[in-house]
């Protein structure tokens, strides 16, 4: 068992910094927890903290019910995995993977069973007696992986470990780690600025900004439901399309007006932004681009969710392809089929799924 409870943590660093502020998290034991936010919101800090390398300025670190505030890093039984690998560059890798353990005086059997089962897992068997040099990147990042393993610790913090490798490693790795996870049933804590790592590899992520958590939850829920334009924002690639639109009833329904076009808002959002008191105000909407259409039977089925254009550019990715449209003097960007061909310079049609629209407070910028 090794669940982690952050009670208001937070951290002030010499100078007056605020790096992180009331951090309240409970991790579950065995959970992958993901930590995402911009370079400088404090997502190293939280791990630094919890790893016992940087002094907590307020608040209590609980391991497994036992407050840990005061307990050396050494003794926590957490092991951490850095982007940098931190190798030792003079030894062989299973004399890497058993350094920590031969500092702990482990009797020799041990240690070797330690490493060759950890080198077994990670595919290093045939690496063991190499210099770190004598490594690709991704292998060099298995060894520092392993180093972590042979500890058996009760939780696992990994700092943003795949940043250091190209992109076709890094997509492998992910894969890697995340089987990793599932076989030792270890708790892991990990940082990250990459929105694909946070979306597809933990069960929970937590996004911050400025030393504050902005919302926890599991990634689709994250990326289905965002509590305000920051979260919206920040996960998925390409980002949501943000548009400030007219609140505005019209004979009973209420519309998003963009420009000279009205756009339908379903009828209990409509009637929960006019309970709020945003009838006849700007908000801004927010719409992914897999939710706008650029052709198909929604164009013509509803011609009242459907707004001229002019292409912009098309970035072809294989399996789809997005178009940057500009409309009402803004550019969104359209998810089409790659059989779509078009034009730049080219006048389209833009389709709004206004089901899926999200409408955010202009000032506040809370989802409302
Ligand atoms: P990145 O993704 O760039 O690594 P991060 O989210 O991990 O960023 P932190 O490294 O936790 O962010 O830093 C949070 C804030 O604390 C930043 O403003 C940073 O400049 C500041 N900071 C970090 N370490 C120190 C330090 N030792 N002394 C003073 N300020 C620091």
Not at 216 to 244: C, K, R, T, W
Not at 246 to 252: F, H, R, T, V
């Given at each position: ?47 630094r903290?919890?790893?016992?390398l ?159 958590i ?31 639109v ?7 329904c ?57 292409l ?21 960007v ?14 389209v049609?833009?389709?709004f ?14 989802n409302?």
């Open positions: 068992m090794a669940g982690l409870h952050l009670k208001n943590l937070a951290k002030t660093y010499p100078g007056g910094v605020a790096a992180v502020r009331d951090f309240s998290l409970e991790i579950k034991d065995q959970e992958f927890l993901i930590l995402v936010g911009p370079s400088g919101c404090g997502k190293t800090t939280v791990l903290m919890v790893a016992g940087e002094e907590i300025s307020a608040g209590e670190l609980y391991i497994d019910d036992r407050l840990v505030n005061d307990v050396a890093a050494k003794d926590r039984d957490i092991a951490m995995v850095f982007q940098n690998y931190a190798l030792y560059p003079h030894l062989s890798v299973y004399d890497n993977m058993a350094f920590g353990l031969k500092l702990r005086k482990l009797p020799k059997a041990e240690i070797r069973e330690n490493v060759q089962e950890a080198a077994r897992i990670l595919g290093l068997e045939d690496l063991l007696q190499r210099k770190p040099k004598e490594l690709s990147g991704g292998q060099r990042q298995r060894v520092a992986l392993g180093r972590a393993i042979v500890r058996k610790p009760k939780v696992f913090l990994m700092d943003e470990p795949l940043s250091n490798l190209d992109a076709q490693l890094r997509t492998q790795m992910r894969i890697e780690i995340a089987k990793l996870h599932k076989n030792l049933q270890t708790t892991f804590v990990y940082v990250t600025h990459d929105q694909t790592e946070a979306m597809t590899m933990g069960t929970r992520i937590v996004v911050m900004k400025d030393g504050l902005q919302q926890i939850d599991s990634p689709q829920a994250i990326y289905d439901h965002p509590v305000n334009v920051f979260v919206a924002g920040f996960l998925g690639s390409p980002g949501m399309n943000f548009l400030e007219l609140m505005i009833e019209e004979k009973g209420i519309y998003a007006q963009l420009a000279d076009a009205l756009l339908p808002v379903p009828a209990a959002v409509g009637q929960r932004l006019k309970g709020q008191g945003y009838l006849d105000r700007k908000v801004v909407l927010g719409i992914r681009a897999e939710h706008l259409w650029g052709s198909g039977d929604f164009l013509d089925l509803h011609p009242q969710c459907t707004l001229p254009g002019r912009e550019f098309s970035e072809l990715r294989g399996a789809e392809t997005y178009h940057y449209v500009r409309i009402a003097g803004r550019e969104v359209v998810r089409v089929s790659p059989e779509l061909r078009a034009a730049t310079g080219q006048e049609r833009v389709g799924n206004m089901a899926k629209a999200h409408f955010f407070d202009q000032e506040s910028g809370v409302i």
